[in-house]
């Protein structure tokens, strides 16, 4: 239940954040069992949001646009349209992008490409069909991934999710 009001409050800070300059909506989150001090910027339509918690542990949210991580475990395939990067300092990071210019075969046989070559361990394979979408997870040494492949009514969807232990 606690995650759950965090998950509510995280998203109304969010908006307000957007919409006012970020100030009410860091008292809000400054205010929530665990967050010591946040930051939240908007530039062109980017909402970023920078945090750091009780015992120091850092991260940061942006949606709308943002930096690709450093340590992504696999290259993505180039065109994609940032839509959202969540990362958190030892725990991982989960990117989303769009790809409005690419056929969802031809983004899923990119992966099964970088997948076949990387050195990563298939755990489960889950494929659906209306829409197509494909599911992998993974495993690297102490690294787990999760990447879905989905085609959507703006094209291909991207969703990376990865971290250690």
Known sequence: MKRCRFAVVLVLALLMGACSG?????NILEGQDG???VDISENGGTVSLDFEGEDGETGSMTFGGGDLPDDLPMDLPTGGEVLAVV???GAGSQVSLLYSNDDYASV???FESEIAS???DETQKIESGAPPSTTW???SGDAGVSLVVSET???VSVTLIYGVG
């Open 87 to 89: 990362s958190m300092e």
């Open 108 to 110: 899923v046989s990119f």
């Open 153 to 155: 009514p703006e094209g």
């Open 118 to 120: 990387g050195g990563f």
């Open 22 to 26: 970020g100030g009410i909506a860091e």
């Open 35 to 37: 967050l010591d001090d």
């Open 137 to 139: 997870i993974l495993q």
